[in-house]
Nanobody, 117 residues
Framework: QAQFVESGGGLAQPGGSLTLSCTAS????????IGWFRQAPGEMRVGVGC???????YYTDSVKGRFTISTDNAKRTVYLQMDSLKPEDTGVYYC???????????WGQGTQVTVSS
């Protein structure tokens, strides 16, 4: 079963930057879509962007132009570079296949991102 471990969250000031990492394991699929998801306090978990091997990433309008998804295939790691952070970016960030749990996996622990003055 696929497993995803997120890291890199923390506290940032508005306008600051953070880089999140997601390491995947437990599967051998050659091609798949990986997405980043965010669950803000009191809100539903929603996707913010995804990337399919060999293609350009997709971003929701709320993060487009500020967030960048990239991959390191040798390390089986997906990154989410977050720039120009806003308080509304606060939440727990998860990575998973898109759609979620498509490789027999499940939601991981996520990593907390807090943007506050």
């Amino acid at each position: 079963q696929a497993q995803f471990v997120e890291s890199g969250g923390g506290l940032a000031q508005p306008g600051g930057s953070l880089t999140l990492s997601c390491t995947a394991s437990g599967f051998s699929a050659d091609r798949y879509t990986i997405g980043w998801f965010r669950q803000a306090p009191g809100e539903m978990r929603v996707g913010v962007g995804c990337i399919y091997s060999g293609n350009d990433p997709y971003y929701t309008d709320s993060v487009k132009g500020r967030f960048t998804i990239s991959t390191d295939n040798a390390k089986r790691t997906v990154y989410l570079q977050m720039d120009s952070l806003k308080p509304e970016d606060t939440g727990v960030y998860y990575c998973n296949t898109f759609p979620p749990n498509g490789l027999g996996g499940s939601w991981g622990q996520g990593t907390q991102v807090t943007v506050s003055s």
